[in-house]
């Protein structure tokens, strides 16, 4: 059974920063491609960023683009978004997601339950 376990969710200040973390069980992590992904209260799903399954190619979403970044440990078997700069527009609940595929990342096969992240202003 896969699981996903993201971490790291509180409040902060605009212009702070907060890290989070994702754990993964029962899958072969460094085979998966990772993605982030978050929703704001009435607003769809959105992507924020991906990494391949090897650390060396990542991809952001405009909003977010040299503010927040994406990394991965395989041996960890963890994935981190590291969040700068940090404004109100950020808060949303944030998920972690897998998939085999790094260009079927948009709709990936694994999702975690989330973290709430709260900006204020």
């Known amino acids: 059974q896969v699981q996903l376990v993201e971490s790291g969710g509180g409040l902060v200040q605009a212009g702070g920063s907060l890290r989070l973390s994702c754990s993964s069980s029962?899958?072969?992590?460094?085979?998966?491609?990772m993605a982030w992904f978050r929703q704001a209260p009435g607003k769809d799903r959105e992507f924020v960023g991906g990494?391949?399954?090897?650390?060396?190619?990542?991809y952001y979403s405009d909003s977010v683009k040299g503010r927040f970044i994406i990394s991965r440990d395989n041996a960890k078997k963890t994935v981190t978004l590291q969040m700068n700069s940090l404004k109100p527009e950020d808060t949303a609940v944030y998920y972690c997601?897998?998939?085999?595929?790094?260009?079927?990342?948009?709709?990936?096969?694994?999702w975690g339950q989330g973290t709430q992240v709260t900006v204020s202003s």
């Open positions: 990494i391949r399954w090897n650390g060396r190619d990542t």
């Open positions: 997601a897998a998939d085999l595929d790094y260009y079927k990342l948009a709709r990936p096969d694994y």
């Open positions: 029962g899958l072969t992590f460094e085979n998966y491609a």
